[in-house]
């Protein structure tokens, strides 16, 4: 059951698949590699974003599926007390049952990615202090991108490439009218919950669809009774047939990011001190949240989203911690920082290669010795409100310059966004558990010793030395008491409030954020000049990386940047410690076998009578005697991918993928061919769910379903 040492690593670019054409087909795509570098073609073009998850088309009108997590948010966003769509699952009974999904979301199509490296340092020289060669980057950017947004509909970006060694412009059809269509209940879109995540065998339905809206002339436009949905260019087929062990796989999308080059300083920071700190905090967050909104409360309900999300990330980052010590993380940096330096010293003409390496790990070191302070600021700071009082006086401060000198997230070009998030509060936010969340921020604050304490914040808020609960609640309770922040048409009128009106305004969450200011101002400061420095000698480093790589026969990829991806790999069980075999498929009996009837192992009565009955119709797998539920891959795969197309040799869907085992999730940082593994849904399981279970025919008739 190990894992064959050609376990493929790597998320290339788009453009980098050229160099490993030959390696896809020995693996089995029967595609023209050369066609995947065309992001307009098939089927390429039918692989979206959402902004923090991929999804697909796979109709031509404009319907999307993604994992049920990753359109979560839309169905909590809609749910209450008297309609918890979380719990019951969402079915639009036709076109007009459609909801809108939560506000500020998005689907974003590619459309063109242009090399503009040039372009980006072309006012940058080497005399710059890191503040000026921060500004001058980020004023390059801003150039580009408007000169792209100025065709109407699109959003644009330029993204770093190897530490700031490469920058592209991507182009993006920017889809704002999107609706909530389908997606099962919890009990098959999270069956097995945060008991589960991360692990093998998993047995959860985590798909969903939305359905993508434009205007009457097919122009990206906002919400209307009037828009039509999206015809897209490319649309996958939806395979029936499926997939059986060692068949080649592929997944395009969007994953989130990585740290493969991170340095061994930063390494060991991250792993020693992060990581552990945060996940401490994270869990009293968790803990906190369950323990003041009770289970099917409507403050509950608000606050499922966060909760799924630091319950996967908790687990995650613990995951993250025993796979770097299983694997001896720090110590294969060491030997990787060495082997590069014996590469640089067997040349002179790459001493400036060890110079700028050199220079990096100083100042690393120094970053990293203001961490701690910032970290326990940014929790102390954390209320809803007063965020949103800091960004309604910093639009104000920002509006007082032109537009293209203003920060990003402050240009007029991000005002819907704006708007969107300052509606969306009300849906996420309860005033008890915000409260109770404060509360204990400001312990782990008070209590994080001398040296992370800042005056400026402790003199507002009047904290005395030590931490006691009595006067801190007494000390924070008159905000939620006083704020009008909580109204969220107050809040949007106040987008178009000057600094004057909101220095005037009588609510104690936005006078705390003006007190704050200056000191936020300077925190940034000191952020922008440190990526300035690194910006000077990143691009080294990997250029260093890449020359080193390339000499050992090596295609050298860039870490994930959410900017779309190819990986390729097989159906593939595996051994990821002693005495455990990890099979590659999971079946419907293994629901039965969890069940218990309380959630997270709660599944619907109709699915188990079905299951127990045998009724799989056209979706079984021989090989198995049932339908496939979820299956392994040895894909390389992280956050962000979370929805992404798996695809076979024809470029058919044959799955979502939505998660990696608990022993995989170091990848992040280190490529481990034994332990990593991706899981994805089996689109047979999401049929016969939306065939026998939820009644979804409509759905599966508009979409193109092969067989065999």
Not at 347 to 358: M, N, Q, T, V
Request: net charge negative.
């Amino acid at each position: 059951m190990s894992a064959p040492a050609m376990a493929v690593e790597g998320m290339y670019t788009p453009d980098q698949l050229p160099e490993i054409a030959d390696d896809l087909r020995e693996a089995g795509l029967e595609l023209d590699p050369n066609t995947l570098t065309d992001l307009t073609a098939f089927p390429m073009g039918a692989v979206v974003s959402l902004g923090g998850c991929t999804a697909s088309f796979v109709s031509p009108e404009g319907l999307v599926v993604s994992n049920h997590h990753c359109v979560r948010g839309s169905i909590q966003y809609n749910s209450t007390e008297e309609n918890n769509y979380l719990a019951d699952g969402f079915l639009a009974a036709d076109r007009e049952g459609e909801v809108p999904a939560a506000p500020g979301s998005r689907i974003y199509v590619t459309t063109e990615l242009t090399d503009v490296t040039e372009r980006v340092y072309a006012a940058v020289n080497e005399d710059m202090t890191g503040t000026e060669r921060y500004d001058a980057i980020d004023a390059a950017r801003k150039t580009i991108v408007a000169e792209c947004e100025a065709e109407a509909g699109y959003r644009c970006s330029v993204r770093s490439f190897f530490g700031g060694l490469q920058y592209k412009l991507i182009k993006q059809m920017e889809i704002r009218d999107v609706r909530l269509v389908y997606a099962p209940g919890d009990n098959i879109g999270k069956y097995g919950g945060d008991i589960d995540n991360w692990m093998w065998p998993r047995h959860t339905g985590d798909f969903g669809f939305y359905r993508a809206y434009v205007g009457p002339d097919g122009q990206p436009a906002d919400y209307s009774e009037e828009n039509v949905p999206y015809e897209p260019e490319h649309v996958l087929e939806v395979s029936s047939a499926g997939l059986d062990d060692g068949d080649f796989v592929m997944v395009a999308g969007y994953p989130g990011s990585t740290s493969r080059y991170v340095r061994l300083i930063d390494t060991a920071h991250t792993f020693d001190w992060y990581y552990p700190t945060w996940m401490e905090v994270s869990q009293a967050t968790v803990d906190t949240i369950m323990d003041v909104a009770p289970e099917g409360s409507d403050a509950r309900i608000r606050y499922e989203s966060r909760l799924a999300g630091l319950n996967n990330y908790i687990k995650n980052r613990g995951g993250q911690i025993e796979g770097a010590r299983r694997v001896g993380l720090v110590e294969l940096r060491r030997e990787r920082e060495a082997a590069l330096d014996a590469w640089i010293a067997e040349d002179p003409s790459r001493a400036h290669f060890g110079e700028a390496i050199a220079a990096l790990d100083a100042l690393s070191a120094e970053s990293n010795a203001n961490d701690e302070r910032d970290f326990w600021y940014n929790y102390a700071t954390s209320p809803t409100h007063l965020g949103t009082a800091y960004r309604l006086y910093r639009l104000a401060n920002e509006r007082e310059l032109p537009d293209a000198e203003r920060r990003s997230g402050y240009q007029d070009r991000d005002m819907n966004f704006f708007t969107q998030s300052m509606q969306r509060i009300d849906r996420r936010y309860d005033a008890t558990v915000d409260m109770a969340i404060w509360q204990r921020m400001l312990e782990f604050y008070m209590n994080a010793g001398e040296e992370n304490r800042v005056a400026v914040l402790d003199e507002a808020l009047g904290l005395g030395d030590t931490y006691n609960a009595d006067d801190v609640a007494a000390i924070i309770a008159p905000y939620y008491e006083g704020t009008t922040l909580g109204d969220a048409e107050t809040r949007i009128a106040l987008m178009d409030a000057s600094v004057e009106d909101l220095e005037a305004l009588d609510d104690p969450f936005m006078q705390l954020a003006i007190a704050l200011y200056e000191f936020e101002m300077e925190m940034e400061a000191r952020g922008n000049e440190t990526a300035g420095r690194m910006n000077a000698l990143r691009p080294a480093y990997m250029e260093a990386i890449i020359a080193w790589q390339r000499s050992q026969g090596e295609v050298t990829y860039p870490d994930a940047n959410s900017t779309l991806r190819v990986t390729y790999g097989s159906v593939l069980g595996g051994s990821p410690r002693d005495g455990m075999a990890y099979l590659p498929f999971t079946t419907l009996e293994g629901i039965l076998e969890k069940d218990s009837g309380i959630a997270p192992f709660d599944a619907p009565p109709e699915q188990l009578e079905l299951i127990e009955n045998g009724t799989y119709g056209p979706y079984e797998l021989e090989s198995l005697g049932s339908v496939p539920v979820n299956y392994l891959t040895d894909l390389d795969s992280t956050g962000g991918n979370s929805g992404s197309a798996t695809l076979n040799a024809q470029g058919q869907l044959v799955g979502l993928l939505f998660d990696g085992t608990i022993e995989s999730v170091n990848s992040d940082w280190h490529f481990d061919p034994r332990t990593t593994r991706s899981i994805h849904v089996d689109t047979r399981y999401m049929l016969w769910v939306m065939d026998y279970v939820s009644g979804a025919d409509y759905l599966i008739e508009e979409m193109n379903v092969v067989g065999e």
